[in-house]
């Protein structure tokens, strides 16, 4: 009876130690805290923290940046995420995926191939082609963003609706005329004119016809006489 306590106790202590090894070996073959490198320039925090040039940042940091401010993280191969002025933006990252969540201001994303890449705004959600190598510009405004694809691909997510941005072209999420907010400057950016009907149409009409009688009345006078009109000096 002793015996097969002992060999009971035995083969317990054995198990035990076995699953301790697979489990030291899966904790050792999982790789550590991803981290990155932040170069800033001006009034930049992390976390709530002022920062300095090529400290580290883990993912799931929150940056904001001040006025004539600037950052850069650099994730290696992964790519890196620029964080102009007046930019408050949560960045995540792996080495197969950039998630930035911005609240405010302007984000550059470079991503390398076969990193998933996305910028989520109150607008839209702006998603990197991750079969390529993508270079993109968001912008967000007050009562819209802006994405400026400068290469690659990036898919733009207003609600249900996805629209394809290619490098060179840009496109725009939200309401350009919401109420309360300034006037966006950005070339193109304004919303159209709009004319109260068609008797916008009556008055430029007679605009354009008085113009013309006005026009072809002076070359009349000038013509009068076969030459131009001399004036004399006074004496």
């Known amino acids: 009876m002793l015996g097969k306590n002992i060999l009971r106790k035995f083969v317990t202590a054995m198990n035990a130690v076995a699953v301790l090894t697979v489990y030291s070996m899966v904790a050792l073959a999982v790789p550590g805290d991803v981290t990155g490198e932040i170069t800033v320039s001006g009034q930049v925090t992390v976390n709530g923290q002022s920062a300095v040039s090529n400290s580290t940042i883990v993912s799931g940091s929150s940056v904001a940046t001040g006025a004539a401010s600037s950052a850069t993280v650099n994730l290696g191969k992964a790519g890196r995420v620029e964080l102009l002025e007046n930019t408050n933006?949560?960045?995540?990252?792996?080495?197969?995926?950039?998630?930035?969540?911005?609240?405010?201001?302007?984000?550059?994303?470079?991503?390398?191939?076969?990193?998933?890449?996305?910028?989520t705004t109150k607008d839209a959600t702006l998603i990197g082609d991750a079969g390529q190598a993508n270079n993109f510009l968001v912008e967000i405004e007050c009562s819209h963003t802006h994405v400026d694809t400068t290469s690659g691909t990036v898919t733009l997510r207003e609600g249900s609706s996805d629209r394809q941005i290619a490098a060179g072209t840009s496109a725009t999420a939200g309401r350009m005329d919401q109420q309360g907010c300034e006037p966006c400057l950005r070339p193109g950016s304004a919303p159209p004119l709009r004319f109260a009907g068609w008797p916008w149409l009556i008055l430029l009409g007679a605009g354009a016809a008085g113009a013309a009688i006005l026009l072809g009345s002076r070359k009349t006078d000038t013509t009068i006489g076969g030459g131009t009109i001399v004036v004399s000096p006074t004496r």
Not at 92 to 102: E, T
Not at 109 to 116: D, E, F, I, K
């Open 89 to 119: 933006a949560t960045i995540n990252f792996s080495p197969n995926g950039i998630v930035v969540i911005a609240s405010s201001g302007k984000i550059r994303v470079a991503n390398a191939a076969g990193v998933a890449t996305t910028v």
